[in-house]
């Protein structure tokens, strides 16, 4: 249940936006920029709508970037373990969540509903603060709405994501306990193991479909 909540706002991140002028917009005007793109880009793109993975991943790589902090959400997912992991061994960490969120959710494009609308929640930010939390709702037809949040926190490169939460349920703590448990049993490296397997899993499942 979790994987297919996250699945739509994952979809609302992945058309992100480039550039400097955008990087310094608000955090909440970014979110929605983000989502209007991609769910304008959705409605008119049959292979996006049918799951076309090649273009699906391609899109993907060359826009996530800009939009979501993976070193800042691994580095959480990993906890205090990070600092005791070597800089190669981080930028793996890196490189493989990168990968594993970006292979879990490329289906999400062909689950996107032509009629889901997407309400926000007034925000609010305070001069000077660098953490934000953008609320927002999601309705398709009948099915009750999804809430789900955007937590953002500014760097040098304007706002980024750092985590999502769906109905409460915050990503990074989702990940986190496996993460802790896969270290404490076969150390750093065991964990890259581990998401190099999967990875491979997914993508070889993707690729049959």
Known sequence: ??????????????????????AQEAPDALVK?????????????????????????????????PVINFQRMTQSAVGRHWLRATAD?????????RVLLTNTYSYAFSEYKQDTVIEYRPFRLQA?????????????????PIQLDYYLEKGDGGWKVVDLSVLG???????KNTFNAEITNNGVDGLIKSLVA???????KNKSS
């Open 1 to 22: 249940m979790f994987r297919h909540l996250v699945a739509a706002v994952f979809v609302g991140l992945t058309l992100g936006v480039a550039g400097s002028v955008f």
């Open 33 to 65: 920029r983000v989502v209007d793109e991609v769910t304008s880009a959705i409605k008119v793109d049959k292979d996006l709508q049918s799951g076309n993975r090649v273009k699906i991943n391609a899109l993907i790589d060359g826009k996530v970037a």
């Open 89 to 97: 061994q981080q930028a793996a960490l890196t490189r493989e969540f």
């Open 128 to 144: 000077g603060e660098t953490d934000a939390v953008v609320r927002s709702l999601i309705r398709s037809g009948s099915r009750d």
């Open 169 to 175: 349920a915050r990503l990074v703590e989702n990940y």
């Open 198 to 204: 999967k990875n491979k899993t997914i993508e070889a």
